[in-house]
């Protein structure tokens, strides 16, 4: 069994990919060779930070790289996250950058 994933970046483009039972979202974009950015894979650094649009999935392990209002406000960890649906997600290095402010701006 999988799920559609959807990913949408900002400056319009999409894509959609196949995500199997019991894998992550990152671990199937890397095998779609997707260009969504990732750091640590087990939760902690935020680096690949996305926003649930629509559709179900839960975090495998801790999503330690997020507060507990961003998860509230439907921000996701994508290296520890699996769908239970079909999904659409906002991705890209500026949903990371939203929760965490330059400060050289």
Known sequence: MSHEVTLEWRDGQDATVDVAEGE???????????????????????????????????????????KPKHRRDGYVLLCVAEPRSDCRIEVGAEIQADLVPNPWK
């Open 24 to 66: 992550t979202v990152i671990d199937a974009t890397e095998r779609a060779g997707l260009g969504v950015p990732y750091g640590c894979l087990y939760g902690a650094c935020g680096t690949c930070t996305g926003r649930l649009l629509d559709g179900d999935l839960v975090h495998v392990e801790r999503p330690r790289g997020l």
